[in-house]
């Protein structure tokens, strides 16, 4: 496993990295290099890997194996008839021997001899031969071996780079949203999924494929890359919006929609017959039912352990180890669960993000888990790419591409209705129906099932390959015209100035104070303006990204909320309603960019305060709506210069007396 698995690795990696860099440098979706590389790096381009060689050698296993048997047995055949003979002879020998009286001579003794050495001799080539074979064949064996241990751990890679990403999903997924969105997530997806597969079976039948294929295909067809749309839209800024909210619903149906089609597909295809799949009752319908009934039960304990007991003691420990450590735990054993149960790994993968959902370290997991996510990712959609066939598209262009806009209309047709049904307005459900047209990343396992079960013939699996991928590819260039082009009327925020919105605590220093103030970023910056705030009895929230550096906070009795200060919910949970000042003063500009521009949209009234690193983002800030923005650059600027006229003058400054009064007022309420 170990040479093929790390070339193979670096391989993906490298290219990815090239693939990245130069879409980053076009100001494209690095997905779509991935993707594209992929492609070119696959056995139908240049199989740079080499995965198209070994497939063919691993596919001659079966012949090769037999033609070794067929050789052993005739090696063995030829000596037992070799020794047949010798024996004869030696009787012959023996017969003449004995009628004779006269004793042999020299020259007939010799010719015995001869006639013994060449028999062993014979003996020894066939005894050779035969040991040349069985070296062979096992030196053959083991390279078979280490390259599907390897081709294994590679595929092992890839998919855990997937279930990160639903894993990512989950974790932004609450039980609010689940029931604001679930008209659109149950009945919306009912109708999206059984329009798309509805046509398919029609258009199958059609062109006499037959309704099982139809329905196959238009499996594969209905469902979208969940991961890849969400990941767009957040691209775009439009991952809060309620459209995106209601969309998303629709994604997590198709998600859980895959289950029964995973354990219902292979009976209707006629492969089911107790050898590929084991049920507890004989319907495998109530089978299906009882297992996920089963696995919500554990989903659900899981989240409530969390909630009441694990997490208050897991943040207690303040270190980044143990919460990355139980967030990787509580994912594989939830993969592991869901497997055992019958259901798919993709499924526990959702699921151990919902259950990790809604808590105070919610915000803390997402961001540790973060790098993995994008590592993985690439490596998952760079093995995407390497399974089109580049060949096949060459020799058939117009059937490929005739097939990709017509899966992508039909998809797109049918998500606008299912969104329009469900009240979204006429632009908004065009825009992402149009986001979700794209082929999944979940329906290859459909494809392959299908195509294993002899549901259609191999043209048909390598053009749906190509459209899946092509498909994949044109998502977020789709994606940013929709949002772009489509003229969908701006949404209403809500100012949540309710008091459900609010922790009690919150609440009551609100009512006790004479202003509330939200500070976003836990520093040193944060610590000494919320203590100037509370002086001058104003009630003070901090936001932060990290539980750790809230720690000193909660033990002060000041509330906290922990979470990206420019995600809306965590604005409302810091009283964003009852808000008159907001400080910004995370380190990082883009941060803080996106919390003034989240802040704004939420509050156009609150006076915003915010700190900028770099002159360069000042106007930047500015627009999004801040009222005051301190620079660091100019402001270190002007306290060197002070300090080096005083100390040309010769009255030099002691650094404590340097720049911590100048220009840090806390804003008036």
């Known amino acids: 496993m170990g040479a093929y698995f790390v070339l193979t690795i670096t391989i993906i990696l490298v290219s990815g990295l090239i693939a990245g860099v130069i879409c980053k440098r076009l100001k494209a979706s690095p997905l779509i290099g991935y993707l594209v590389v992929g492609a070119l790096i696959g056995p139908g381009g240049f199989d740079l890997t080499g995965s198209g060689a070994i497939e063919k050698a691993l596919k001659s296993d079966e012949a090769y194996l037999k033609k070794v048997e067929k050789d052993k047995a005739a090696s063995e055949e030829q000596l037992a008839e070799q020794r047949l003979d010798a024996t004869k002879k030696q009787q012959e020998r023996e017969e003449r021997l004995s009628s004779r009286v006269f004793p042999r ?39 078979v071996a280490e390259i599907k241990s390897g081709r294994f751990a590679l595929e092992a ?32 997806g009912t109708l999206q999924m059984g329009a798309t597969i509805g046509v398919c079976m029609v258009m199958c039948l059609i062109f006499k494929m037959g309704w099982v294929a139809g329905l196959a295909i238009g499996s594969v067809v209905a469902l979208s890359s969940t991961a890849l749309v969400y990941k767009s839209l957040t691209d775009f800024g439009q991952a809060d919006t309620k459209r995106a909210q209601a969309t998303l619903g629709l994604l997590i149906f198709q998600d859980v929609a895959l289950v029964p089609l995973l354990l219902i597909l292979p009976i209707i295809l006629g492969g ?28 659900l304990l899981i989240k409530y352990a969390n909630m009441r007991f694990i997490i208050e003691r897991l943040a207690a420990l303040r270190t980044n180890d143990m919460v990355i450590l139980y967030a990787v735990v509580v994912l594989l054993g939830m993969c592991v669960v869901a497997e055992a149960l019958g259901l798919t790994a993709a499924l526990g993968a959702l699921a151990a993000g919902i259950a990790l959902g809604e808590n105070r370290l919610t915000r803390q997991i997402d961001a540790l888990i973060l790098p993995f996510r994008e590592a993985f990712s690439a490596m998952f959609f760079i093995s995407l790419g390497m399974l089109t066939d580049f060949s096949y598209v060459f020799h058939h262009p117009f059937v490929c591409l005739a097939t990709l806009a017509c899966c992508i209309a039909l998809k797109a047709i049918c998500s606008t209705a299912a969104l329009r049904a469900c009240g979204m307005d006429a632009r908004g459900a065009l825009a992402f129906g149009v986001s979700i047209s794209q082929i999944g990343e979940l329906a290859f396992m459909l494809l392959t099932i299908a195509f294993e ?6 043209s048909v699996y390598n053009t749906m390959l190509f459209v899946s991928v092509a498909s994949l590819v044109l998502t977020p260039n789709m994606i940013k015209i929709a949002m772009t082009k489509f003229g969908m009327p701006p949404e209403e925020h809500e100012i949540s100035g309710a008091d459900s919105d609010l922790d009690p605590k919150l609440y009551q220093a609100i009512a ?11 520093g040193h910056i944060g610590q000494t303006i919320a203590n100037e ?23 002060n009795g000041v509330p906290t909320v922990t979470g990206d200060g420019a995600n809306y919910d965590v604005l409302r949970q810091a009283g964003i309603g009852r808000a008159s000042t907001v400080l910004v003063t995370v380190p990082r500009d883009d941060l803080a960019i996106n919390v003034v521009k989240s802040v704004r949209a939420l509050n156009p009234s609150v006076i915003i305060a915010s700190r900028s690193r770099y002159r360069l983002n000042v106007p930047k800030l500015e627009r999004e709506g801040a009222a005051l923005v301190l620079c660091e650059e100019n402001f270190v600027a002007d306290e060197l210069v002070k300090l080096l ?16 009064q100048q220009g840090a007022e806390p804003v008036p309420a």
């Not at 079960?453 to 191999?458: G, M, R, V």
């Not at 004479?514 to 970023?521: N, Q």
Request: aromatic share 10%; with cysteine; charged share 20%.
């Open 453 to 458: 079960k002899n549901a259609f013939e191999e």
């Open 157 to 188: 890679a890839t998919e855990f780079g997937v279930l990160l990403l639903l894993f990512a999903i989950g974790i932004e997924f609450t039980f609010a949203q689940l029931a604001a969105t679930a008209k659109y997530m149950f009945i919306g």
């Open 272 to 299: 089911s017959d107790g050898e590929d799949v084991s049920y507890l009752f004989n319907n495998p319908w109530i089978d299906m039912a009882l297992r996920s009934i089963a696995f919500c039960a554990i989903v």
């Open 533 to 555: 705030m509370l002086a001058h009895n104003i009630s003070v929230c901090v936001v932060d990204f990290n539980p750790v550096n809230l720690h000193p906070f909660n033990q």
């Open 645 to 660: 006229l005083a100390h040309l003058n010769g009255n030099p400054t002691k650094s404590s007396e340097k720049p911590s």
């Open 512 to 522: 006790n104070s004479r202003g509330h103030a939200i500070i976003v970023g836990a």
């Open 105 to 143: 001579t020299a020259e007939e003794e010799n010719f015995e001899l001869k006639e013994e050495l060449a028999a062993k001799t014979e003996e020894l080539a066939a005894s050779e031969s035969r040991y040349a074979v069985e070296h062979n064949a096992r030196e053959r064996d083991e390279t």
